[in-house]
């Protein structure tokens, strides 16, 4: 068996038993995920790093996708996460192949705790806000734009599915997008940062009921108060 797969189990095991919930949860790593229907969808996005097999290159990326697909079966007490985690390709070799990347254990550490609390969230009506702790990205060097041809999830155009989780009601229509979700795709250099946090939406002050008819009272007493002045100046 894979190691690193394990690594993410045992973190996964390590986090939720913490939390001491009424059911047991079991997270797999697959290499292919569909979509289910009434499953919970989420994604985050990570850095690492990955090495191609045929020319031995290196190169970093803030922009793994990694998707998440969460079911919880109440009669049966359990819990299900299946995960997979995007490939990349060198953008080097003509004939690359898709290769796996190398993520430290303190980023699936991060991973693993969003992950956790977004199952607190969404499956134990925990009260808290969904935003993600974001990765540590260890390199000072720019790699340039996400390279989306040499990408498994954007080449698989699954980026647009990726782009936020969806509730298993909202299945059918992924058409319908938030405005917050199509900025993202353009901003190269931290899109990775607001990657699954939908931004808050600005708060428009509109004119209280209060206000308006402060304002009605207020007219009809300047109103009367020329009426009178008018009668008094004629006498
Ligand atoms: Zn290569
Ligand atoms: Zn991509």
């Given at each position: 068996?894979?190691?690193?797969?394990?690594?993410?189990r045992d973190v996964f095991q390590?986090?939720?038993?913490?939390?001491?919930?009424?059911?047991?949860?079991?997270?797999?790593?697959?290499?292919?995920?569909?979509?289910?229907?009434?499953?919970?969808?989420?994604?985050?996005?990570?850095?690492?790093?990955?090495?191609?097999?045929?020319?031995?290159?290196?190169?970093?990326?803030?922009?793994?996708?990694?998707?998440?697909?969460?079911?919880?079966?109440?009669?049966?007490?359990?819990?299900?996460?299946?995960?997979?985690?995007?490939?990349?390709?060198?953008?080097?070799?003509?004939?690359?192949?898709?290769?796996?990347?190398?993520?430290?254990?303190?980023?699936?550490?991060?991973?693993?705790?969003?992950?956790?609390?977004?199952?607190?969230?969404?499956?134990?009506?925990?009260?808290?806000?969904?935003?993600?702790?974001?990765?540590?990205?260890?390199?000072?060097?720019?790699?340039?734009?996400?390279?989306?041809?040499?990408?498994?999830?954007?080449?698989?155009?699954?980026?647009?599915?990726?782009?936020?989780?969806?509730?298993?009601?909202?299945?059918?229509?992924?058409?319908?997008?938030?405005?917050?979700?199509?900025?993202?795709?353009?901003?190269?250099?931290?899109?990775?940062?607001?990657?699954?946090?939908?931004?808050?939406?600005?708060?428009?002050?509109?004119?209280?009921?209060?206000?308006?008819?402060?304002?009605?009272?207020?007219?009809?007493?300047?109103?009367?108060?020329?009426?009178?002045w008018l009668y008094l100046s004629?006498?």
């Amino acid at each position: 068996m894979d190691m690193t797969v394990e690594i993410w189990r045992d973190v996964f095991q390590d986090k939720i038993e913490e939390l001491i919930l009424p059911h047991i949860w079991n997270l797999t790593v697959v290499t292919s995920l569909q979509k289910q229907p009434g499953w919970l969808q989420y994604t985050q996005c990570t850095f690492g790093r990955f090495r191609c097999s045929l020319c031995a290159r290196w190169w970093n990326s803030a922009e793994i996708h990694i998707l998440f697909l969460m079911n919880l079966d109440r009669t049966m007490r359990r819990g299900t996460v299946n995960m997979q985690i995007f490939r990349q390709e060198c953008k080097k070799c003509t004939v690359a192949v898709m290769e796996k990347p190398e993520i430290s254990q303190e980023n699936i550490r991060i991973i693993i705790g969003n992950l956790v609390k977004r199952i607190q969230i969404k499956f134990y009506s925990l009260n808290s806000r969904n935003e993600d702790v974001k990765p540590v990205v260890y390199s000072e060097r720019r790699e340039g734009p996400h390279n989306k041809e040499h990408c498994e999830a954007c080449k698989r155009n699954v980026c647009w599915w990726l782009v936020s989780e969806m509730e298993p009601e909202r299945w059918q229509a992924p058409a319908r997008r938030k405005p917050h979700e199509t900025t993202f795709r353009g901003q190269t250099d931290d899109s990775w940062l607001v990657y699954s946090n939908p931004r808050p939406t600005p708060k428009v002050n509109q004119p209280s009921a209060d206000n308006q008819e402060n304002t009605f009272v207020g007219l009809v007493a300047v109103v009367i108060f020329c009426l009178v002045w008018l009668y008094l100046s004629k006498q």
